[in-house]
């Protein structure tokens, strides 16, 4: 299989955690749910967004707060998120001291690099070029793709297109 991903040629597919390279990475699950994750430094929280097709859970489509660390291998199809709900009403167990979150994904399928710098801290850098989509238009589209496939046997070929597009 390619080891180059068919959105920018960046390696595909490679486990990505907090301590992973900065940049702007898409995660694609087997329920249909894309999570971009945001690396700005190794100094700074890392920043995801999960954006579900269905099953909604609490925070999708902004930004977890105080995400501490997380896991995704599509090898091994295991994917977890830990982060801190900042808001008690939101906790599981208000009757007990809150430690903290983990969220389990679904099975991960594809890992993906967007981009090498997140948008938000790309201020010193030159504007995309012409014609070329920018990290969150890219995002947005894999997204908004996602969401219109009607069944998940057209999911299946969109991600096979994405895991193998570049494959000649």
Do not use: C
């Not at 699950?29 to 945001?38: H, I, K, M």
């Not at 969220?103 to 690099?113: G, M, P």
Request: glycine share 8%.
């Amino acid at each position: 299989m390619n080891s180059e991903s068919p959105i920018n040629g960046h390696g595909i597919n490679t486990p990505l955690t907090e301590h992973s390279a900065p940049g702007v990475y898409i995660v694609i699950t087997g329920s249909r749910t894309l999570y971009q994750v945001e690396i700005i430094s190794h100094d700074a929280l890392p920043v995801i967004t999960r954006y579900p097709v269905v099953n909604g859970l609490l925070k999708d489509g902004t930004p977890l707060p105080g995400v501490s660390g997380f896991q995704f291998d599509a090898t091994t199809g295991l994917g977890e998120i830990r982060w801190w709900k900042d808001d008690p009403n939101d906790y599981d167990r208000p009757d007990l001291t809150y430690a903290g979150t983990i969220r389990t994904t679904s099975r991960v399928l594809v890992i993906a690099q967007v981009s090498d710098i997140p948008a938000a801290h790309n201020l010193d850098r030159p504007p995309v070029d012409e014609g070329r989509p920018g990290n969150e238009a890219v995002v947005d589209l894999i997204r908004t793709t996602i969401a219109s496939l009607d069944s998940y046997e057209k999911f299946a070929v969109f991600v096979e297109l994405l895991l193998v597009g570049k494959r000649r």
